[in-house]
Protein backbone atom coordinates (compact mmCIF):
# COMPACT_ATOMS: atom_id res chain seq x y z
CA UNK A 1 0.00 0.00 0.00
CA UNK A 2 1.34 3.88 -0.88
CA UNK A 3 2.97 5.31 2.32
CA UNK A 4 1.23 8.68 1.13
CA UNK A 5 -2.35 9.27 3.26
CA UNK A 6 -4.44 10.30 -0.06
CA UNK A 7 -4.48 6.81 -2.17
CA UNK A 8 -4.34 6.83 -5.67
CA UNK A 9 -8.06 4.99 -5.98
CA UNK A 10 -8.92 2.76 -6.35
CA UNK A 11 -6.59 1.32 -4.22
CA UNK A 12 -6.54 -2.21 -2.36
CA UNK A 13 -6.23 -2.65 1.31
CA UNK A 14 -6.05 -6.07 2.30
CA UNK A 15 -9.08 -7.54 1.10
CA UNK A 16 -10.81 -4.25 0.69
CA UNK A 17 -11.09 -2.09 -2.46
CA UNK A 18 -11.30 1.27 -1.25
CA UNK A 19 -13.08 3.29 -4.20
CA UNK A 20 -14.02 6.38 -2.78
CA UNK A 21 -12.91 8.81 -0.12
CA UNK A 22 -15.19 10.19 1.83
CA UNK A 23 -13.55 12.65 4.25
CA UNK A 24 -11.36 12.95 7.57
CA UNK A 25 -9.18 14.67 9.44
CA UNK A 26 -5.93 12.27 11.72
CA UNK A 27 -8.12 9.41 10.27
CA UNK A 28 -9.47 9.04 6.85
CA UNK A 29 -12.41 6.95 5.54
CA UNK A 30 -13.69 5.45 2.49
CA UNK A 31 -15.98 3.77 0.87
CA UNK A 32 -14.74 -0.20 -0.20
CA UNK A 33 -15.79 -3.26 -0.85
CA UNK A 34 -15.07 -6.56 1.04
CA UNK A 35 -13.84 -8.49 -2.33
CA UNK A 36 -14.06 -12.06 0.08
CA UNK A 37 -18.72 -10.97 0.27
CA UNK A 38 -18.83 -8.19 -2.22
CA UNK A 39 -20.44 -6.24 0.71
CA UNK A 40 -19.91 -2.03 0.26
CA UNK A 41 -18.18 -0.70 3.58
CA UNK A 42 -16.93 2.20 4.53
CA UNK A 43 -12.74 1.65 6.08
CA UNK A 44 -11.24 4.21 8.27
CA UNK A 45 -7.68 4.21 8.33
CA UNK A 46 -5.30 6.35 10.36
CA UNK A 47 -3.23 8.58 8.07
CA UNK A 48 0.71 8.26 8.04
CA UNK A 49 1.07 11.07 10.35
CA UNK A 50 -1.19 9.91 12.97
CA UNK A 51 0.63 6.58 12.97
CA UNK A 52 3.60 8.49 13.79
CA UNK A 53 2.31 9.32 16.94
CA UNK A 54 2.22 6.90 19.68
CA UNK A 55 -1.13 8.77 21.31
CA UNK A 56 -2.73 9.22 18.68
CA UNK A 57 -2.58 5.36 17.20
CA UNK A 58 -3.41 4.13 20.72
CA UNK A 59 -6.49 6.23 20.35
CA UNK A 60 -7.47 4.54 17.19
CA UNK A 61 -6.56 1.42 18.59
CA UNK A 62 -8.91 1.89 21.49
CA UNK A 63 -11.57 2.83 19.47
CA UNK A 64 -11.81 -0.03 17.26
CA UNK A 65 -11.54 -2.12 20.16
CA UNK A 66 -14.57 -0.34 22.06
CA UNK A 67 -17.16 0.15 19.13
CA UNK A 68 -16.10 -3.43 17.51
CA UNK A 69 -17.69 -5.03 21.32
CA UNK A 70 -20.72 -2.33 20.76
CA UNK A 71 -24.18 -4.35 19.57
CA UNK A 72 -27.52 -1.73 19.64
CA UNK A 73 -29.24 -0.95 17.03
CA UNK A 74 -28.79 2.56 17.13
CA UNK A 75 -24.95 2.49 17.13
CA UNK A 76 -22.91 1.61 13.64
CA UNK A 77 -22.27 -1.89 13.34
CA UNK A 78 -18.02 -2.61 13.15
CA UNK A 79 -17.87 -5.37 11.09
CA UNK A 80 -13.87 -5.59 11.45
CA UNK A 81 -10.31 -3.75 12.88
CA UNK A 82 -7.08 -4.05 13.05
CA UNK A 83 -3.29 -3.63 11.19
CA UNK A 84 -2.11 -4.22 8.21
CA UNK A 85 1.55 -3.24 7.83
CA UNK A 86 1.71 -1.20 10.80
CA UNK A 87 -1.71 0.93 9.79
CA UNK A 88 -5.25 0.69 11.97
CA UNK A 89 -8.01 0.62 10.39
CA UNK A 90 -11.78 0.03 11.61
CA UNK A 91 -14.12 -1.40 8.76
CA UNK A 92 -17.67 -0.09 9.72
CA UNK A 93 -21.45 -0.95 7.45
CA UNK A 94 -21.48 2.30 4.92
CA UNK A 95 -24.52 4.61 5.68
CA UNK A 96 -26.64 6.38 3.47
CA UNK A 97 -28.14 9.60 4.28
CA UNK A 98 -27.02 12.50 6.17
CA UNK A 99 -25.43 13.23 10.14
CA UNK A 100 -27.95 15.17 12.63
CA UNK A 101 -25.99 18.31 11.67
CA UNK A 102 -27.20 18.09 8.31
CA UNK A 103 -30.83 16.95 9.73
CA UNK A 104 -30.78 20.19 11.65
CA UNK A 105 -29.57 22.46 8.72
CA UNK A 106 -31.89 21.24 6.08
CA UNK A 107 -35.00 21.18 8.30
CA UNK A 108 -35.45 17.36 7.73
CA UNK A 109 -36.75 16.97 10.53
CA UNK A 110 -39.44 19.91 10.43
CA UNK A 111 -42.04 18.44 13.02
CA UNK A 112 -41.62 18.00 17.27
CA UNK A 113 -42.69 14.38 16.86
CA UNK A 114 -40.19 13.69 14.27
CA UNK A 115 -37.41 15.59 16.53
CA UNK A 116 -38.39 13.46 19.42
CA UNK A 117 -38.17 10.50 17.83
CA UNK A 118 -34.35 11.18 16.60
CA UNK A 119 -33.60 12.15 20.23
CA UNK A 120 -34.98 9.25 21.33
CA UNK A 121 -33.11 6.72 19.28
CA UNK A 122 -29.94 8.79 20.19
CA UNK A 123 -30.22 8.70 23.84
CA UNK A 124 -31.05 5.12 23.79
CA UNK A 125 -27.42 4.16 21.80
CA UNK A 126 -26.12 6.70 24.64
CA UNK A 127 -27.82 4.93 27.35
CA UNK A 128 -26.30 1.39 25.79
CA UNK A 129 -23.20 2.37 26.15
CA UNK A 130 -23.23 3.70 29.12
CA UNK A 131 -24.40 0.24 30.62
CA UNK A 132 -21.63 -0.79 28.84
CA UNK A 133 -19.22 1.47 31.39
CA UNK A 134 -18.21 3.46 28.69
CA UNK A 135 -18.11 7.10 28.12
CA UNK A 136 -18.53 8.46 24.78
CA UNK A 137 -17.30 11.99 25.43
CA UNK A 138 -17.83 13.86 22.19
CA UNK A 139 -21.88 14.00 21.45
CA UNK A 140 -22.88 15.92 19.25
CA UNK A 141 -25.18 16.19 15.70
CA UNK A 142 -21.96 15.58 13.58
CA UNK A 143 -21.60 12.16 15.15
CA UNK A 144 -25.55 11.02 14.51
CA UNK A 145 -26.07 9.41 11.60
CA UNK A 146 -29.75 9.34 10.58
CA UNK A 147 -30.01 7.11 7.28
CA UNK A 148 -33.83 7.33 4.79
CA UNK A 149 -35.74 5.53 6.84
CA UNK A 150 -35.25 8.05 10.05
CA UNK A 151 -32.90 5.11 11.93
CA UNK A 152 -29.87 6.81 14.04
CA UNK A 153 -26.64 5.48 14.24
CA UNK A 154 -24.29 7.11 17.02
CA UNK A 155 -21.31 7.22 15.61
CA UNK A 156 -17.23 7.97 16.23
CA UNK A 157 -15.92 6.61 19.76
CA UNK A 158 -12.38 8.19 18.64
CA UNK A 159 -12.36 10.02 22.50
CA UNK A 160 -14.51 7.59 23.97
CA UNK A 161 -12.82 5.73 27.56
CA UNK A 162 -14.30 2.76 29.00
CA UNK A 163 -14.68 3.20 32.85
CA UNK A 164 -13.58 -0.18 33.94
CA UNK A 165 -10.34 -0.32 31.66
CA UNK A 166 -6.46 0.82 32.94
CA UNK A 167 -6.18 2.89 29.41
CA UNK A 168 -6.17 6.77 29.88
CA UNK A 169 -5.12 8.44 26.52
CA UNK A 170 -6.17 12.19 28.17
CA UNK A 171 -3.46 13.80 29.75
CA UNK A 172 -4.32 15.54 32.97
CA UNK A 173 -5.58 18.58 32.24
CA UNK A 174 -6.30 18.23 28.53
CA UNK A 175 -9.73 18.69 27.89
CA UNK A 176 -11.75 16.64 24.83
CA UNK A 177 -14.44 17.20 22.35
CA UNK A 178 -16.45 19.51 20.64
CA UNK A 179 -16.17 23.01 22.06
CA UNK A 180 -19.81 23.77 21.64
CA UNK A 181 -20.97 20.59 23.40
CA UNK A 182 -18.76 20.49 26.38
CA UNK A 183 -19.49 19.95 29.82
CA UNK A 184 -18.28 22.52 32.15
CA UNK A 185 -16.31 20.05 33.53
CA UNK A 186 -14.69 18.87 30.82
CA UNK A 187 -13.64 22.79 30.08
CA UNK A 188 -12.11 22.78 33.14
CA UNK A 189 -10.24 19.63 32.48
CA UNK A 190 -11.65 17.86 35.76
CA UNK A 191 -12.49 14.01 35.63
CA UNK A 192 -15.40 12.85 33.36
CA UNK A 193 -18.06 11.37 34.09
CA UNK A 194 -21.46 9.93 32.63
CA UNK A 195 -22.53 13.46 33.38
CA UNK A 196 -20.39 15.26 30.50
CA UNK A 197 -22.51 13.01 28.09
CA UNK A 198 -25.47 13.72 29.46
CA UNK A 199 -24.79 17.96 29.56
CA UNK A 200 -23.98 17.54 25.30
CA UNK A 201 -27.06 15.30 24.68
CA UNK A 202 -29.18 18.08 26.17
CA UNK A 203 -27.31 21.15 24.35
CA UNK A 204 -28.08 18.54 21.03
CA UNK A 205 -31.23 17.84 21.95
CA UNK A 206 -31.54 21.80 22.33
CA UNK A 207 -30.47 22.43 18.84
CA UNK A 208 -32.11 19.59 17.45
CA UNK A 209 -35.75 21.74 18.60
CA UNK A 210 -34.60 25.21 18.21
CA UNK A 211 -32.49 24.73 14.98
CA UNK A 212 -29.87 26.82 16.80
CA UNK A 213 -27.15 26.43 19.20
CA UNK A 214 -27.84 27.65 22.77
CA UNK A 215 -23.99 28.36 23.59
CA UNK A 216 -22.08 30.75 20.60
CA UNK A 217 -18.98 32.80 20.97
CA UNK A 218 -16.74 34.28 18.86
CA UNK A 219 -13.70 32.83 20.19
CA UNK A 220 -12.84 29.53 22.08
CA UNK A 221 -11.94 32.13 25.72
CA UNK A 222 -15.79 33.55 25.14
CA UNK A 223 -17.44 30.12 24.36
CA UNK A 224 -15.73 28.48 27.63
CA UNK A 225 -16.75 31.83 29.92
CA UNK A 226 -20.51 31.09 28.36
CA UNK A 227 -20.29 27.17 29.12
CA UNK A 228 -18.74 28.18 32.89
CA UNK A 229 -21.23 30.47 33.99
CA UNK A 230 -23.92 31.62 31.63
CA UNK A 231 -27.68 30.31 32.33
CA UNK A 232 -28.95 28.99 28.88
CA UNK A 233 -31.64 31.08 27.50
CA UNK A 234 -35.20 28.74 27.24
CA UNK A 235 -36.86 31.48 25.01
CA UNK A 236 -36.41 29.91 21.64
CA UNK A 237 -37.63 27.08 23.18
CA UNK A 238 -40.71 28.83 24.46
CA UNK A 239 -40.94 30.39 20.88
CA UNK A 240 -40.91 27.25 18.82
CA UNK A 241 -43.80 25.96 21.32
CA UNK A 242 -41.59 22.95 22.92
CA UNK A 243 -43.48 21.65 25.53
CA UNK A 244 -43.23 22.22 29.43
CA UNK A 245 -41.67 18.87 30.21
CA UNK A 246 -38.88 19.37 27.41
CA UNK A 247 -37.40 22.20 28.50
CA UNK A 248 -37.66 20.90 31.97
CA UNK A 249 -35.49 18.14 30.45
CA UNK A 250 -32.97 20.11 28.69
CA UNK A 251 -32.46 22.17 32.21
CA UNK A 252 -31.56 19.64 34.01
CA UNK A 253 -29.48 17.99 31.64
CA UNK A 254 -27.64 20.72 31.36
CA UNK A 255 -26.99 22.02 34.74
CA UNK A 256 -23.17 23.67 35.43
CA UNK A 257 -22.96 21.34 38.44
CA UNK A 258 -22.51 17.70 37.54
CA UNK A 259 -24.53 16.57 40.83
CA UNK A 260 -27.45 18.48 40.06
CA UNK A 261 -28.02 17.39 36.07
CA UNK A 262 -30.18 13.85 35.61
CA UNK A 263 -27.97 11.48 36.54
CA UNK A 264 -28.57 8.49 33.45
CA UNK A 265 -30.06 8.09 30.33
CA UNK A 266 -32.46 5.86 31.91
CA UNK A 267 -34.65 9.16 33.05
CA UNK A 268 -33.67 10.49 29.49
CA UNK A 269 -35.10 8.26 27.47
CA UNK A 270 -38.05 7.86 30.10
CA UNK A 271 -39.00 11.27 29.49
CA UNK A 272 -38.48 11.47 25.86
CA UNK A 273 -40.80 8.54 25.13
CA UNK A 274 -43.33 10.00 27.45
CA UNK A 275 -42.85 13.25 25.68
CA UNK A 276 -43.67 10.92 22.12
CA UNK A 277 -46.79 9.24 23.64
CA UNK A 278 -48.42 12.23 24.63
CA UNK A 279 -47.62 13.30 21.12
CA UNK A 280 -49.27 10.64 19.80
CA UNK A 281 -52.22 10.44 22.45
CA UNK A 282 -51.17 7.62 23.87
CA UNK A 283 -50.59 6.36 27.84
CA UNK A 284 -47.48 7.52 29.62
CA UNK A 285 -45.25 5.30 31.57
CA UNK A 286 -44.34 5.73 35.15
CA UNK A 287 -40.97 7.91 35.60
CA UNK A 288 -38.24 7.18 36.84
CA UNK A 289 -36.44 8.52 40.11
CA UNK A 290 -34.79 11.75 39.26
CA UNK A 291 -38.01 12.24 36.24
CA UNK A 292 -40.19 14.81 36.33
CA UNK A 293 -44.15 14.12 36.33
CA UNK A 294 -46.10 16.45 33.95
CA UNK A 295 -49.44 14.07 34.16
CA UNK A 296 -51.86 17.38 34.46
CA UNK A 297 -49.11 20.69 34.08
CA UNK A 298 -49.55 23.00 31.51
CA UNK A 299 -47.94 23.17 28.61
CA UNK A 300 -46.52 25.91 26.09
CA UNK A 301 -46.50 23.31 23.05
CA UNK A 302 -48.48 24.77 19.91
CA UNK A 303 -50.64 22.95 18.31
CA UNK A 304 -48.84 20.34 15.71
CA UNK A 305 -50.22 18.52 12.91
CA UNK A 306 -49.25 15.10 13.73
CA UNK A 307 -47.59 13.90 10.25
CA UNK A 308 -49.05 10.66 8.46
CA UNK A 309 -46.74 7.43 9.78
CA UNK A 310 -43.84 7.26 7.45
CA UNK A 311 -44.85 4.91 4.65
CA UNK A 312 -43.38 1.51 5.38
CA UNK A 313 -40.51 1.20 3.63
CA UNK A 314 -39.96 -0.38 -0.18
CA UNK A 315 -40.04 -4.05 -0.31
CA UNK A 316 -36.25 -3.76 -1.89
CA UNK A 317 -34.78 -1.47 1.36
CA UNK A 318 -36.35 -4.21 3.65
CA UNK A 319 -34.40 -6.39 5.62
CA UNK A 320 -33.19 -9.18 3.58
CA UNK A 321 -31.87 -12.43 5.04
CA UNK A 322 -32.18 -15.72 3.32
CA UNK A 323 -31.71 -18.98 4.28
CA UNK A 324 -27.90 -19.62 3.59
CA UNK A 325 -28.79 -23.73 3.12
CA UNK A 326 -31.35 -22.83 0.81
CA UNK A 327 -29.84 -19.54 -1.49
CA UNK A 328 -26.11 -20.34 -0.58
CA UNK A 329 -25.48 -16.32 0.18
CA UNK A 330 -25.85 -14.03 2.96
CA UNK A 331 -27.99 -11.35 1.38
CA UNK A 332 -28.50 -9.07 4.34
CA UNK A 333 -30.01 -5.78 4.06
CA UNK A 334 -31.01 -4.72 7.82
CA UNK A 335 -34.11 -3.02 8.24
CA UNK A 336 -33.58 0.88 9.91
CA UNK A 337 -35.33 3.12 11.59
CA UNK A 338 -36.66 1.92 15.26
CA UNK A 339 -36.72 3.37 18.62
CA UNK A 340 -37.12 1.28 21.68
CA UNK A 341 -39.23 1.92 25.00
CA UNK A 342 -36.59 2.32 27.91
CA UNK A 343 -37.09 -0.38 31.04
CA UNK A 344 -37.35 -4.15 31.46
CA UNK A 345 -41.62 -5.04 31.04
CA UNK A 346 -41.65 -5.48 34.74
CA UNK A 347 -41.28 -2.09 35.36
CA UNK A 348 -43.03 -0.91 32.79
CA UNK A 349 -46.37 -1.88 31.89
CA UNK A 350 -49.77 0.17 31.79
CA UNK A 351 -51.73 0.50 34.41
CA UNK A 352 -53.92 -2.77 34.96
CA UNK A 353 -57.65 -2.17 32.81
CA UNK A 354 -60.31 -3.93 34.88
CA UNK A 355 -61.17 -6.90 33.29
CA UNK A 356 -65.05 -7.85 32.38
CA UNK A 357 -66.09 -10.70 34.07
CA UNK A 358 -67.46 -12.20 30.72
CA UNK A 359 -64.57 -11.21 28.61
CA UNK A 360 -61.87 -14.05 26.96
CA UNK A 361 -60.03 -16.30 29.27
CA UNK A 362 -56.29 -14.95 29.27
CA UNK A 363 -55.53 -18.70 28.39
CA UNK A 364 -56.91 -21.16 26.43
CA UNK A 365 -55.77 -24.97 26.35
CA UNK A 366 -57.14 -26.71 22.80
CA UNK A 367 -55.84 -30.23 21.43
CA UNK A 368 -53.04 -28.29 19.84
CA UNK A 369 -51.33 -26.53 22.96
CA UNK A 370 -51.87 -23.75 24.87
CA UNK A 371 -52.85 -20.21 23.23
CA UNK A 372 -52.29 -16.60 25.28
CA UNK A 373 -54.77 -14.02 24.77
CA UNK A 374 -53.60 -10.91 23.49
CA UNK A 375 -55.32 -7.91 24.39
CA UNK A 376 -56.71 -5.31 22.08
CA UNK A 377 -55.29 -1.69 21.64
CA UNK A 378 -52.55 0.02 20.17
CA UNK A 379 -48.83 -0.80 19.36
CA UNK A 380 -45.69 -0.10 17.78
CA UNK A 381 -45.04 -1.70 14.12
CA UNK A 382 -42.36 -1.76 11.55
CA UNK A 383 -39.19 0.12 10.87
CA UNK A 384 -40.74 3.58 11.82
CA UNK A 385 -42.55 2.29 15.35
CA UNK A 386 -46.15 3.23 13.51
CA UNK A 387 -48.65 3.27 16.17
CA UNK A 388 -50.83 0.49 15.00
CA UNK A 389 -53.95 -1.54 16.69
CA UNK A 390 -55.59 -5.09 16.71
CA UNK A 391 -58.30 -6.64 18.20
CA UNK A 392 -57.90 -8.98 20.99
CA UNK A 393 -56.71 -12.47 19.48
CA UNK A 394 -55.14 -15.70 20.63
CA UNK A 395 -51.80 -17.00 19.61
CA UNK A 396 -49.76 -20.48 20.23
CA UNK A 397 -47.46 -20.09 23.40
CA UNK A 398 -45.16 -22.11 21.40
CA UNK A 399 -43.83 -23.14 17.32
CA UNK A 400 -46.05 -25.72 16.17
CA UNK A 401 -44.50 -29.18 16.86
CA UNK A 402 -43.83 -31.93 14.54
CA UNK A 403 -45.77 -34.39 16.42
CA UNK A 404 -48.58 -31.95 16.10
CA UNK A 405 -48.58 -31.30 12.52
CA UNK A 406 -48.01 -35.07 12.21
CA UNK A 407 -51.50 -35.18 13.00
CA UNK A 408 -52.53 -33.12 10.35
CA UNK A 409 -50.77 -34.85 7.72
CA UNK A 410 -51.82 -38.36 8.77
CA UNK A 411 -56.02 -36.87 8.81
CA UNK A 412 -54.74 -34.94 5.24
CA UNK A 413 -52.95 -37.90 3.46
CA UNK A 414 -49.84 -35.29 3.70
CA UNK A 415 -45.89 -36.90 4.00
CA UNK A 416 -45.65 -37.02 7.58
CA UNK A 417 -41.79 -34.77 8.72
CA UNK A 418 -39.05 -37.04 9.98
CA UNK A 419 -38.04 -35.07 13.04
CA UNK A 420 -38.75 -35.67 17.03
CA UNK A 421 -42.48 -35.30 18.05
CA UNK A 422 -40.87 -32.30 20.56
CA UNK A 423 -39.22 -30.40 17.38
CA UNK A 424 -40.63 -27.46 15.06
CA UNK A 425 -42.95 -28.11 12.60
CA UNK A 426 -39.79 -27.34 10.15
CA UNK A 427 -39.21 -28.00 6.41
CA UNK A 428 -43.12 -26.97 5.37
CA UNK A 429 -44.18 -23.93 2.99
CA UNK A 430 -46.81 -21.52 3.62
CA UNK A 431 -49.19 -23.51 2.35
CA UNK A 432 -48.42 -26.60 4.32
CA UNK A 433 -47.81 -24.37 7.41
CA UNK A 434 -51.77 -22.34 6.39
CA UNK A 435 -53.27 -25.64 6.03
CA UNK A 436 -52.43 -27.04 9.20
CA UNK A 437 -53.84 -23.64 10.73
CA UNK A 438 -56.86 -24.06 8.98
CA UNK A 439 -57.38 -27.80 10.43
CA UNK A 440 -56.65 -27.07 13.84
CA UNK A 441 -59.20 -23.82 13.57
CA UNK A 442 -57.19 -21.13 13.43
CA UNK A 443 -54.59 -19.39 10.85
CA UNK A 444 -51.10 -18.18 10.22
CA UNK A 445 -50.50 -14.91 12.44
CA UNK A 446 -50.48 -11.62 10.11
CA UNK A 447 -47.52 -9.69 9.98
CA UNK A 448 -49.86 -7.11 12.61
CA UNK A 449 -50.09 -10.10 15.04
CA UNK A 450 -46.67 -11.27 15.14
CA UNK A 451 -45.04 -8.38 15.84
CA UNK A 452 -47.83 -7.55 18.70
CA UNK A 453 -46.50 -10.49 19.96
CA UNK A 454 -43.19 -9.86 19.97
CA UNK A 455 -42.98 -6.38 20.94
CA UNK A 456 -45.77 -6.37 23.38
CA UNK A 457 -47.79 -3.53 24.05
CA UNK A 458 -45.03 -1.48 24.57
CA UNK A 459 -42.77 -2.02 21.23
CA UNK A 460 -40.29 -3.43 22.88
CA UNK A 461 -37.31 -4.41 20.50
CA UNK A 462 -36.57 -7.80 21.55
CA UNK A 463 -39.20 -10.53 23.15
CA UNK A 464 -37.42 -10.47 26.27
CA UNK A 465 -36.59 -6.53 26.47
CA UNK A 466 -35.06 -4.02 24.57
CA UNK A 467 -31.10 -5.60 25.07
CA UNK A 468 -30.11 -7.47 22.25
CA UNK A 469 -28.97 -11.21 24.40
CA UNK A 470 -28.07 -13.54 22.40
CA UNK A 471 -28.36 -15.91 25.30
CA UNK A 472 -32.25 -15.18 25.85
CA UNK A 473 -32.45 -17.73 22.60
CA UNK A 474 -31.28 -19.99 20.08
CA UNK A 475 -29.24 -18.24 17.80
CA UNK A 476 -26.10 -18.33 16.37
CA UNK A 477 -23.35 -17.27 18.52
CA UNK A 478 -25.17 -18.55 21.67
CA UNK A 479 -22.81 -21.17 23.44
CA UNK A 480 -25.81 -22.64 25.05
CA UNK A 481 -27.39 -23.55 21.50
CA UNK A 482 -27.20 -26.98 19.11
CA UNK A 483 -26.88 -25.37 16.01
CA UNK A 484 -29.96 -26.59 15.32
CA UNK A 485 -33.86 -26.58 15.85
CA UNK A 486 -34.71 -27.13 19.84
CA UNK A 487 -37.73 -28.57 21.28
CA UNK A 488 -40.25 -25.83 21.18
CA UNK A 489 -41.01 -26.01 24.84
CA UNK A 490 -37.33 -25.50 25.88
CA UNK A 491 -35.23 -22.30 27.12
CA UNK A 492 -38.09 -20.93 29.29
CA UNK A 493 -35.42 -17.87 29.46
CA UNK A 494 -36.46 -17.51 25.66
CA UNK A 495 -40.36 -16.34 26.94
CA UNK A 496 -42.15 -12.76 26.33
CA UNK A 497 -43.59 -11.29 29.58
CA UNK A 498 -46.58 -12.72 28.15
CA UNK A 499 -45.37 -16.11 28.32
CA UNK A 500 -44.48 -16.60 24.26
CA UNK A 501 -41.57 -19.15 24.03
CA UNK A 502 -39.17 -18.56 21.02
CA UNK A 503 -40.58 -16.16 19.71
CA UNK A 504 -37.27 -14.77 18.65
CA UNK A 505 -34.75 -17.90 17.64
CA UNK A 506 -34.75 -21.52 17.20
CA UNK A 507 -36.73 -21.60 13.62
CA UNK A 508 -38.39 -18.31 11.64
CA UNK A 509 -41.95 -18.30 11.54
CA UNK A 510 -44.34 -17.63 8.87
CA UNK A 511 -46.60 -14.70 8.73
CA UNK A 512 -49.41 -13.93 6.41
CA UNK A 513 -47.37 -10.69 5.27
CA UNK A 514 -46.75 -10.54 1.42
CA UNK A 515 -43.54 -9.07 -0.15
CA UNK A 516 -42.28 -7.82 -3.25
CA UNK A 517 -38.70 -9.54 -3.79
CA UNK A 518 -35.97 -7.09 -4.67
CA UNK A 519 -33.69 -7.98 -7.50
CA UNK A 520 -31.09 -9.31 -5.16
CA UNK A 521 -33.40 -11.86 -3.23
CA UNK A 522 -34.67 -12.71 -6.73
CA UNK A 523 -31.11 -13.87 -7.18
CA UNK A 524 -30.64 -15.27 -3.79
CA UNK A 525 -33.65 -17.48 -4.46
CA UNK A 526 -33.30 -18.36 -7.91
CA UNK A 527 -32.88 -21.86 -7.47
CA UNK A 528 -35.91 -22.32 -6.96
CA UNK A 529 -37.32 -21.10 -10.16
CA UNK A 530 -39.16 -18.68 -8.44
CA UNK A 531 -40.12 -15.43 -9.98
CA UNK A 532 -41.12 -11.90 -9.02
CA UNK A 533 -45.18 -12.88 -9.64
CA UNK A 534 -44.89 -16.16 -7.87
CA UNK A 535 -45.80 -15.50 -3.89
CA UNK A 536 -43.74 -14.51 -1.38
CA UNK A 537 -44.03 -14.36 2.54
CA UNK A 538 -42.40 -12.58 5.11
CA UNK A 539 -40.70 -14.83 7.87
CA UNK A 540 -39.68 -13.40 10.97
CA UNK A 541 -37.95 -13.79 14.18
CA UNK A 542 -34.96 -15.40 13.30
CA UNK A 543 -33.15 -19.10 13.86
CA UNK A 544 -30.43 -20.99 15.00
CA UNK A 545 -29.13 -20.33 11.67
CA UNK A 546 -28.84 -16.38 11.83
CA UNK A 547 -27.54 -13.94 14.86
CA UNK A 548 -29.14 -12.30 17.22
CA UNK A 549 -29.77 -8.79 14.18
CA UNK A 550 -32.93 -11.23 13.20
CA UNK A 551 -34.11 -10.99 16.84
CA UNK A 552 -35.39 -7.69 16.69
CA UNK A 553 -39.60 -7.56 15.96
CA UNK A 554 -39.49 -5.20 13.18
CA UNK A 555 -37.33 -7.63 11.47
CA UNK A 556 -38.42 -9.28 8.67
CA UNK A 557 -37.27 -11.82 5.94
CA UNK A 558 -38.56 -11.72 2.61
CA UNK A 559 -38.87 -15.75 0.82
CA UNK A 560 -40.83 -17.43 -1.36
CA UNK A 561 -43.44 -19.10 -0.35
CA UNK A 562 -42.41 -22.09 -1.77
CA UNK A 563 -39.41 -22.40 0.66
CA UNK A 564 -39.11 -25.88 2.60
CA UNK A 565 -36.11 -24.80 5.38
CA UNK A 566 -35.42 -26.85 8.21
CA UNK A 567 -34.68 -23.38 9.77
CA UNK A 568 -38.62 -21.86 9.21
CA UNK A 569 -41.48 -22.85 11.30
CA UNK A 570 -44.49 -21.22 12.39
CA UNK A 571 -47.15 -20.78 15.14
CA UNK A 572 -50.97 -20.36 14.86
CA UNK A 573 -53.14 -17.43 15.95
CA UNK A 574 -57.21 -17.74 16.46
CA UNK A 575 -59.42 -14.47 16.65
CA UNK A 576 -61.50 -13.96 19.60
CA UNK A 577 -64.98 -15.02 19.59
Not at 82 to 99: A, H, K, Q, S, T
Not at 317 to 344: C, H, I, R, T
Amino acid sequence: MPSNSLLQLPARFGKYELQKFLGGGMSHVYMAVDTVIGRKVAVKLLTDQGCMDAETKARFLSEAQISGNIVHDNIIRIHDYGEIDGRPYIVMEFLVGNDLRGVIDKGLAPDLRSQVNLALQGARAMQHVHKQGILHRDIKPDNLHVDESGRVRLMDFGIAKSQAGNLNLTREGFALGTPYYMAPEQVLGKPITPAADVYAFGIMLYELLTGMRPVVGDTVERLFYLILHQPLDLEPLLAKGVPQELISLIERTTSKKPEERVQSFDVVVTELENALRRLDGGTVAAPLPGATQFHNAPTTVSPVAKTAPPAEPQKAASSKMPMAAVAGVAAVVLAVGSYFLFKPEAERKDPPKKEDPAGPAARIQDAYGEMILLSEGSFLYGLQSEVRRTPAFYIDKREVSTGDYNKFAAASGKPALPDAAELPAASVNFEEAAGYCTWAGKHIPTGEEWERAARGSTGRAYPWGNEPDASKGNFKGNPNSAGKAMPVDSMPESATPEGLLHVAGNVWEWTRDPQTPSAEVLRAFQALKVGPNDPWMAIRGGGFDFDIRAAAGYEKNTVPAALKSPSVGFRCAKDVK
